[in-house]
């Protein structure tokens, strides 16, 4: 099956006070139908701007400067605004890291709901509405009657959360990013969402894009996982083969920083140092600040190196190859 979504090459920049520099650097992957692929990685790795950039919503100081994102073969990043919002919403639905700027202000949340599923569905006005309080209730909303009812500042986050999740399913779209879906949500329903989005994914085909910090819910939920640091992709494979064999030093660490349950890892150690800021302007591997390998050979940019079937690292010394000092 060929795939969904094909990002190449993608290099995004912002502008700063300091001037301009790249807050995403030469990413590459793809999703297939109906995969679920997950991206982990610190705080201000360029998980979002990732999202943001195929999108087509990044903010005025942010533009895409090189690459391209294939979707059902067109070119995400050179559509123009009309085209572009019949892909969001319709194709490509998203949910936002900030649920609350997401949702329209001026507007109930039924009122928000039935609008977009009537711009891209052939559905009356009753059908939306129907779909939408059905859709509300699956989400785990009380009285998804009252909440259709009401704006978006007369709910709590988690409800937020929900209606945002709901607005992003409300129109079948073939793909789904998610990111960071249900940091607002309690572990129960968190749970409950997930399952949701499974199912949702298995009834219909969809794919998923699922951003995170939860390394457990990545863990649990996605077919192939990446990890990105500092504006690139630093590790990718199936999550079967990346939770087993971690090969970047970096994703070593950060499994170790997660707690499990069964024990079989004594220690929970913390990375040293964090993510360097305008990491876009480092020249070498961007981890040999924090990593306890480095050494001269890192100070070499990094390409991605294949060690194994589907499993790729962007460090030398997890390939296995021979450090040229
Ligand atoms: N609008 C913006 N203007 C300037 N820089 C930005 C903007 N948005 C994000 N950045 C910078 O881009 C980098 C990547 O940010 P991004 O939001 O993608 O991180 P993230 O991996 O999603 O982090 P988190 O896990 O905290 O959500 C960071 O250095 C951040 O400061
Ligand atoms: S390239 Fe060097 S500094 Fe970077 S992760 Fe590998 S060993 Fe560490
Ligand atoms: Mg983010």
Redesign the pocket.
């Known amino acids: 099956m060929g795939a969904l979504l094909e990002i190449r090459d993608l290099t995004t920049t ?3 006070e300091m001037g301009s520099y790249d ?2 650097s030469g990413v590459s992957f793809s999703i297939e139908q109906g995969e679920t692929v997950g ?1 982990v ?12 950039s195929v999108m087509g919503l ?2 005025k ?2 533009a895409v400067r090189t690459g391209q994102a294939l979707f059902d073969g067109k070119d995400l990043v050179r559509l123009d605004e009309r085209e572009l919002d019949s892909v969001r919403g319709r194709m490509i639905g998203m949910i936002y ?1 900030d649920a609350l700027s997401a949702l329209n202000p001026v507007f109930t949340v039924g009122n928000q709901l039935t609008e977009t599923m009537r711009a891209h569905l052939d559905v009356s006005r009753a059908e939306a509405r129907a779909r939408a309080t059905e859709l509300l209730g699956r989400m785990g909303l009380a009285d998804p009657a009252a909440t259709m009812k009401k704006y978006p500042h007369m709910l709590s986050g988690g409800q937020r959360q929900r209606v945002m999740i709901a607005m992003a399913l409300c129109c079948s779209p073939k793909l789904l990013i998610a ?2 879906p249900t940091t607002a949500l309690d572990v129960t329903v968190q749970a409950q969402i997930m399952r949701l989005l499974r199912e949702e994914r298995e009834a219909s085909g969809m794919s998923l894009w699922l ?1 995170s ?1 939860d390394i457990g819910l990545i863990a649990q939920t996605c077919d192939r996982v990446l990890v ?1 640091y500092a ?1 690139q992709i630093i590790e990718q494979a199936t999550a079967e083969e990346l939770f087993a064999h971690p090969a970047h030093p970096y994703t070593e660490m950060l499994l170790r920083s997660v707690p499990r349950v069964d024990g079989a890892r004594e220690a929970l150690c913390s990375i040293a140092g964090q ?1 360097p ?3 876009g302007e480092m020249v070498g591997c961007r981890f040999a600040p924090r990593c306890p390998y480095a050494c001269q050979a890192c100070q070499r940019s990094q390409e991605m190196y294949t060690v194994g079937e589907s499993h790729a690292v962007r460090c030398h010394c997890a390939a296995g190859k021979e450090a040229a000092v």
């Open positions: 912002v502008k700063g807050v995403l991206i990685g610190e705080s201000g790795c360029g998980k979002s701007m990732t999202a943001l990044l903010g100081n942010a890291q990111d960071e951003i910090h990105m504006g993510v800021a305008r990491y």
